[in-house]
């Protein structure tokens, strides 16, 4: 079993920068591909960025496409999503999971439990 720890997150402005950070427990890690989704206030968690086990494919919402950029170290165990530009539509609980290949939450068996970004205007 694959446990996920998410971090960075935190208090910024509009149009600053933040690096979430996702560590996993297992090298297994690798087998898998890897997603961050969102959740807002009152709003179902959505799909933010995917990207593949051997890091050559992602995917990225529309919301967050060319402001984003998620990216993974396999031999470190980690996967990372650098968020520029930020807005405060991106105020969300991010989180981290872990599973097979799609953009929905269906796909991944394994969850962090989160990290909250705040996005001031």
């Known amino acids: 079993q694959v446990q996920l720890v998410e971090s960075g997150g935190g208090l910024v402005q509009a149009g600053g920068s933040l690096r979430l950070s996702c560590a996993a427990s297992?090298?297994?890690?690798?087998?898998?591909?890897i997603a961050w989704f969102r959740q807002a206030p009152g709003k179902k968690r959505e799909f933010v960025a995917r990207?593949?086990?051997?890091?050559?494919?992602?995917t990225y919402s529309d919301s967050v496409k060319d402001r984003f950029t998620i990216s993974r170290d396999n031999a470190k165990n980690t996967v990372n999503l650098q968020m520029n530009s930020v807005k405060p539509d991106d105020t969300a609980v991010y989180y981290c999971?872990?599973?097979?290949?799609?953009?929905?939450?269906?796909?991944?068996?394994?969850w962090g439990p989160g990290t909250q970004v705040t996005v001031s205007s």
């Open positions: 999971a872990a599973g097979s290949w799609g953009i929905s939450e269906t796909s991944y068996y394994y």
């Open positions: 297992e090298r297994t890690f690798g087998n898998y591909a």
């Open positions: 990207i593949g086990w051997s890091a050559g494919t992602t």
